[in-house]
């Protein structure tokens, strides 16, 4: 009877040593499970954006309880000439095991869901198509977990030096002798290419693998019973880049999982790591003062700055003063929330200004801290060439790839008011219009991306606001203002109705006597002409396809343009 007290007396003083000394992240009590979803993509996969946008929901809807890992392997994700190579050397082995059969495909926890399996997937495999990802990941958090685990970890902003804490529990026993710890480092935010995502080479790449710590299945957890502590801790070092992607430490974040085998994925926990070695508690800087567009007239601006905390210390409120050509000093304060080393984009309220040849604008942050020497900074922009007159010409003249040259007239609100393309090769071509006061940017666009086309725009006075002799690469942006002052006559266009729009087959224009009327497409393509209408008219546009396109009317001077929706 001793004997068995004093057991007891032990026992009791062996587990409060365990949880005052051993114990500290990790919970002791019994938890469901958390979703490991294991993407499968690439920069080249049409439907891989789709895939991207379902798991973020999934995640989005359990924030503390569903993790991401954006895997780029296969055929989609080799990169072509400069394309970013986003793959890593472990994502070849983890799609494999697998057994997917397209992208996107994604495994939720590793685990095969009969029933679940993705179209052309054997029987048995682990990874599904996305439509299953929703379901199969409530089943999984719905579900008890024999193991808990838990991640911390602190990155030094000076070395890059990176360490992570990892805490497992078992609350019972694996079906498995020997479980795996595997410490994934991934990376978001990186702007790159992805077909069918709508952004050309600025679409954002979240959850990206980058790294395996622990390699490519993972560290033995010998031990898998009821009452195992696991306790490990990993350094490592995060290069300036992978594959010559470079890598932004305040984008990367750690997520933490066990494996049975190389397989099944009891549960996991990820988390951003703790910024240390920071200079400052206190410093913020401006990081960028962003450029301003030639301007036309003496009207009001709104400025727009990227503020960076530089500091320890979360900012939450800042004082601004900012002026142009050292003339009126406005102020400003703002209050948000930006954590170390993080930035946020302000935009100022409007100033105004007297618009000279060259202008400058000079923005200061004059809160107090503890470093001024980045707490200032400044923009120049131009007064952009104005126009005598109303009436614009343009003259260029193709290369040997006229079907590659576009140009386009936008106003101040950024309607399209001109615009041509797909041109023969070698050939010259003259445009004459009248546009109303504003101030327009021409641009012209090279699809080659080697130039090749002359181009000059000047007005009917011979004043030349922008001219190039093909030496424009992919293409460029000029200002241009036309004057305040008697112009375009509109009359005879406000009376020409045009109804309906949105249309599914017929358009019709009334009120059209005497006009050319003109349908392009969005990448100016002339698709239906009619000149010299007598009265009303119609426009079948039944074999067009669904989307945005522009009618043009013109009586030979006054243009008008209209934005015309087919919609079936």
């Not at 072509?80 to 095991?97: H, K, L, N, V, Y």
């Not at 996107?104 to 439509?131: K, L």
């Not at 006009?515 to 039944?542: C, H, M, P, Y």
Request: charge should be negative; glycine fraction near 8%.
């Amino acid at each position: 009877m001793k004997n068995s007290i004093l057991s007891a007396i032990i026992l009791i003083i062996a587990l409060f040593s365990y949880d005052a000394n051993s114990q500290t992240i990790v919970s002791t009590s019994p938890e469901n499970k958390n979703v490991i979803l294991e993407e499968f993509t690439g920069i080249h996969c049409g439907y891989c954006p789709d895939g991207h946008a379902v798991a973020q929901s999934i995640m989005d809807a359990h924030p503390d309880d569903v993790f991401l890992i954006n895997i780029h392997t296969g055929g989609f994700a080799v990169p072509s000439g400069s394309e970013p190579d986003f793959r890593t050397p472990f994502g070849t082995a983890i799609a494999g095991q697998s057994q997917l059969a397209g992208y996107p495909a994604g495994t939720v926890n590793r685990r095969n869901f009969p029933g679940s399996e993705q179209n052309g997937s054997p029987t048995g495999a682990t990874a599904q198509g996305r439509g299953t990802w929703a379901n199969t990941s409530t089943i999984v958090l719905g579900e008890a977990s024999y193991v808990n685990v838990a991640v911390e970890a602190e990155l030094d902003v000076v070395t890059n030096e990176l360490t992570v804490h990892v805490e497992a529990y078992y609350t019972g026993n694996s079906p498995e002798n020997t479980n795996l710890l595997n410490v994934a480092l991934l990376q978001d935010n990186t702007l790159g290419p992805q077909t069918g995502g709508g952004a050309g080479n600025n679409y954002n790449h979240m959850h990206r693998l980058v790294y395996m710590i622990t390699g490519q299945w993972g560290e033995v957890i010998p031990t898998t019973t009821t009452g195992t502590f696991v306790d490990e801790t990993f350094n490592y070092t995060i290069p300036a880049d992978y594959n010559g992607v470079p890598t932004e430490i305040l984008d990367m974040k750690v997520v933490a999982f066990i494996t049975e085998t190389h397989q099944e994925i009891p549960t996991g926990n990820g988390c951003w790591p703790i910024l240390t070695n920071i200079l400052y508690s206190n410093d913020a800087g401006i990081d960028e003062v962003f450029d301003i567009n030639d301007q036309c007239f003496s009207t009001p601006i709104t400025p727009q700055i990227k503020i960076k905390n530089y500091g320890q210390n979360t900012l939450t409120s800042l004082d601004f003063e900012y002026s142009v050509n050292s003339g009126t000093v406005e102020t400003y304060t703002w209050t948000g929330s930006i954590d170390a080393l993080r930035t946020e984009t302000i935009e100022l309220p409007a100033i105004s200004f007297d618009l000279l040849n060259t202008n400058t604008l000079d923005v200061a942050i004059v809160t107090p801290d503890e470093n001024s020497t980045n707490d200032s900074g400044s923009t120049i922009f131009n007064k952009a060439p104005e126009a005598i007159s109303h009436i614009f010409n343009i003259e260029f003249h193709t290369d040997n790839y006229g079907n590659q040259f576009f140009w386009n007239i936008r106003n101040s609100d950024g309607n399209l008011m001109e615009y041509g393309g797909y041109y023969p090769n070698n050939q010259t071509f003259n445009e004459t219009f009248e546009l109303p006061t504003d101030c327009y940017y021409l641009t012209i666009v090279d699809t080659g991306n080697n130039g090749g086309c002359t181009f000059e725009l000047s007005d009917e006075d011979d004043t030349v606001l922008y001219y190039t002799d093909g030496n424009h690469g992919a293409g460029e942006v000029q200002y241009f203002g036309s004057p305040s002052g008697a112009g375009v006559d509109d009359n005879a266009f406000t009376s020409s109705n045009i109804y309906p729009n949105p249309t599914n087959s017929i358009l019709n224009i009334e009120n059209a006597e005497g006009l050319n009327i003109s349908l392009f497409d969005v990448l100016g393509r002339n698709l239906i002409t009619k000149e010299n209408i007598t009265n009303a008219t119609q426009l079948n546009v039944a074999d067009l396809a669904e989307g945005t396109y522009i009618l043009k009317l013109s009586d030979g001077v006054k243009i008008r343009t209209e934005k015309i929706v087919i919609a079936r």
